[in-house]
């Protein structure tokens, strides 16, 4: 039992790759193409519609470390073929999320105005993605990790052309996968991990060698509700 009487933290999975597929929500239909380009996006933050997430956090805080704010940037990369989402594969000795899949993007720090900002800095910091060819466009319900962060997704229209200076410390890889394909749950895949006293359920989203999984794809499925509405 944690401290206070109540639920024990939820442990973090070591190797998500290892649990098997519970399901494939191809039940769900695709965002529209029509919603997917730059000028529908920008409509639908500014007079956004009646919507829930789905996932609102991957598991409940324990005593260890104080719940600390933090942003990421959801980069949608203008190409000729539509726009890409712009993901990172973290180095394998961070303390935090080693070797997994995940948006640009990190812990808040003083100095940053709001969430926006530190979205901008991280992704700046970490990839050397250029603020004068990011236009934010809005920001999606924020989403509390295992490792206890309460992270806001700040959604942003990227321009090429620009060239990624990764911080090889944090950034093994920089990719980009279509919004497309991230937008059909016919891609998303249902895992069950159990463990003693309950079980965690999360998505994976593979693509071209990348685990998708945990905290980024459950962010890129509050997208696709947020779309889908």
Request: proline share 9%; hydrophobic share 45%.
């Amino acid at each position: 039992m944690a401290e206070g009487g109540g639920p024990p933290p939820r442990p973090r999975i070591a190797n998500a790759q290892a649990i098997p597929v519970a399901g494939i929500d191809d039940h769900l239909p695709a965002v529209a193409a029509e919603r997917l380009t730059a000028e529908a996006l920008r409509r639908r933050f500014a007079q956004p519609p009646a919507w829930q997430p789905e996932f609102l956090g991957d598991g409940r805080f324990g005593s260890e470390r104080t719940p600390a704010p933090a942003s990421v940037l959801i980069g949608l990369v203008a190409r000729d073929d539509g726009l890409n989402v712009l993901l990172t594969q973290r180095t394998d000795h961070l303390r935090d999320h080693a070797g997994q899949v995940s948006f640009p993007g990190g812990r808040a720090e003083h100095s940053d105005a709001d969430a926006a900002a530190t979205a901008l800095r991280e992704a700046e910091e970490e990839v050397g993605l250029p603020h004068d060819r990011v236009e934010v466009i809005g920001e999606l319900p924020t989403y509390s990790t295992v490792t206890s962060y309460v992270v806001t997704p700040v959604v942003a229209l990227v321009t090429p052309p620009f060239t990624l200076a990764l911080d090889r410390f944090e950034v093994a890889e920089a990719f980009e996968v279509p919004l497309a394909f991230l937008m059909s749950p016919a891609n998303h895949r249902r895992h069950v991990f159990h463990y003693d006293g309950g079980e965690r359920q999360f998505l994976s989203m593979p693509w071209q060698g990348h685990f998708i999984w945990g905290a980024t794809a459950a962010m890129i499925r509050n997208f696709y509700r947020f779309l889908s509405a």
